[in-house]
């Protein structure tokens, strides 16, 4: 074998291409064969003839100590994996099923084996969502569609930055059940795929739900909204959105950005927005409802929403858009409804396995709203437990100000009244319990005195587990109120797959539509994951995509090499046989157990 270098013009360019052939004789002389296009090779002219013969040493299997560089034994091995691959493929095209040949069993081996499970059901649901079809729509090419879906489908499997995402695809047999489309992935391949996704993402939301609502029958007459955020790692000064504020990872140190999502009832998304670190949740509902209109067809949609967006400037908004909404409100208003519960008027809302109640309701109707007083046992509990540990930690401290205080060890008046303010910044959800005194002493000084307010705790007390729902659709039961708040939490939970499962969470991009475009990959994933889910629970099999994951992950495709005691080698690439755990997923899925590509 040997390399050759071809040269070709095209216009007023020309193009350099190197190509491995091999000598062969044939009936009209010796001839040179191509073995496989090499593409534009960075090696020096002078490695060409070690690089070939490293190639044809991997393919011989000849067993010897690596020589030359190291990038060429890497590169000359890479080459023998594509052309053995290849061979395969023609191979299992002209084979003869039923061969038989003895072959020498202490020779036999295995080799290049890939993981095949998730990487198989993550790209069969990547073509069951139709998402090749959309992107062809809006023009991306094949080559393009399958680096979206090394993109989508790496970060559903094993999320991880650009570089390794390409260290990954090669571990896997993703390739081979693409074609073999992609040769030479490198992550400057997948940022350019990226910015192309990120540019067309509103394209791509509208025609994947209209796909979802075709392919599962959705049902958009509720949506759901919610928000979250995700920090960054680095100083992000080339990112306008990245802002302090409100951390929901407990990240206040790091910029952010602020995540809203839309889901239906199922769960699927619908809409998704990247706003700036530090914007107030109220400040978002306007946007998302102007994205909704544009989104979804059913004309009576009713909004549900958690009480950082129920202002009545907001559901005003909501109004005027002719849409309904349900919503819980701020946690200050339960005391004006507290008076109105009455004990003896509350229904079951949900019961548990033993049939106790964990949910109990009353309803008000008013004229052009219904309010719901729930009360749930397990809240309380939390409540409790939450307002106690907050406590213990205010008395702990108050005590330790007061020793400071009579010990001398703090006499400037005004140094005590900054620490009791420090006391009370410090703890603001029980500060209010608490009467806080500094009076002179009778030999001088002073005296820090401190009491618990016993009527504020029991008050709180009463409120533990309480909160209050509205809404302005007035031909709802409070049950049916009560179950439609509560699918909010299928907004919190894809929320924690963004963040666990699916990489949102730190971000490392600085630049910002990098940021965005890696929000709306995991976004994409999430599409995966949730249709993936659903497909299971329609067999009451409620395993998360983790579990499902790491089951499959030990579904493997090899090659297998024997060596013909007629002096032939036979090389088979096939899936190792599924197990009955991979065989119950993979029917479940409606899936093949042989996964196509990897027979």
């Not at 002209?94 to 061969?99: F, I």
């Not at 949900?350 to 964990?358: D, F, H, P, T």
Request: proline share 2%.
């Amino acid at each position: 074998m040997f390399i050759k270098q071809t040269h070709l013009k095209r216009g007023k360019r020309t193009y350099t291409y190197h190509r491995l052939v091999e000598s062969v004789r044939t009936a009209k002389g010796p001839r040179q064969r191509l073995v496989m296009s090499l593409g534009t090779l960075e090696v020096p002219k002078s490695e060409w003839p070690l690089l070939a013969n490293r190639i044809e040493e991997f393919l011989k299997r000849q067993e010897s100590l690596p020589f030359g560089s190291y990038e060429v034994d890497e590169l000359a091995r890479e080459f023998a994996e594509r052309i053995e691959r290849k061979q395969l493929r023609k191979q299992s095209e002209t084979s003869v099923s039923g061969e038989v040949g003895e072959v020498y069993l202490d020779e036999s081996e295995t080799d290049h084996c890939r993981e095949l499970g998730p990487e198989y059901v993550g790209h069969s649901f990547w073509k069951r969502l139709g998402m090749n079809s959309i992107l062809k729509e809006l023009g991306f090419t094949e080559k393009q569609c399958c680096l979206s879906a090394v993109q989508v489908v790496g970060r559903l499997v094993s999320p991880r930055s650009e570089l390794g995402t390409v260290a990954w695809f090669e571990r896997t047999a993703l390739g081979e059940l693409m074609g073999g489309m992609l040769k030479g992935l490198n992550e400057d391949l997948l940022y350019r795929v990226s910015d192309r996704l990120y540019k067309k993402r509103e394209e791509i939301e509208v025609r994947l739900a209209q796909r979802e609502r075709e392919l599962f029958s959705l049902d958009e007459s509720i949506v759901l909204y919610d928000l979250s955020s995700t920090y960054f790692e680095g100083l992000s000064l080339g990112n306008e959105k990245a802002e302090y504020g409100y951390s929901r990872d407990h990240r206040s140190d790091q910029k952010q950005v602020v995540v809203g999502l839309v889901l239906d009832r199922e769960g699927f998304p619908k809409a998704h927005t990247v706003l700036k670190g530090n914007t107030r949740d109220p400040e978002t509902l306007s946007g998302i409802l102007d994205i909704l209109e544009k989104r979804v067809e059913e004309k009576r949609v009713t909004v549900v929403m958690d009480r950082g967006l129920a202002t009545e400037k907001n559901l005003e908004i909501v109004r005027e858009r002719g849409y309904t909404y349900i919503v819980a409100t701020r946690q200050k208003e339960r005391e004006k409804w507290f008076p109105e519960i009455e004990k003896e008027q509350f229904v079951t809302l949900r019961e548990n396995e033993k049939g106790e109640v964990e949910v109990e309701g009353q309803v008000r109707r008013l004229e052009e709203e219904v309010v719901v007083l729930c009360h749930s046992k397990r809240r309380e509990a939390k409540d409790r437990a939450i307002r106690e540990r907050f406590q213990g930690r205010f008395e702990e401290d108050a005590e330790r100000l007061q020793k400071r205080v009579e010990s001398g060890k703090l006499k400037d008046e005004k140094k005590i009244h900054q620490a009791i303010g420090r006391l009370r910044e410090r703890y603001p959800r029980v500060a209010r319990y608490y009467k806080l005194d500094l009076v002179a002493g009778e030999r001088g000084g002073w005296k820090f005195h401190w009491e618990v307010k016993k009527e504020d705790v029991q008050k709180d007390d009463d409120l533990d587990g309480m909160y209050v729902l509205r809404t302005n659709r007035l031909d709802l039961s409070n049950r049916e109120i009560w179950s439609l708040y509560v699918m909010l939490t299928r907004v919190e939970n894809s929320f924690r797959y963004l963040k666990s499962t699916l990489g949102i969470r730190p971000v490392f991009h600085q630049k910002a539509h990098r940021v965005e475009s890696h929000i709306f990959i995991s976004i994409l994933a999430y599409h995966l994951l949730h249709s993936i889910e659903r497909q299971l629970r329609e067999h009451d099999d409620t395993r998360s995509w983790s579990t499902i994951r790491d089951i499959l992950s030990t579904h493997d495709v090899a090659t297998i090499v024997h060596k013909g005691t007629n002096g032939k080698v036979y090389k088979i690439r096939k899936a190792t046989k599924a197990e009955p755990t991979h065989e119950e997923i993979y029917k479940r899925l409606r899936l093949s157990n042989i996964p196509i590509g990897a027979k």
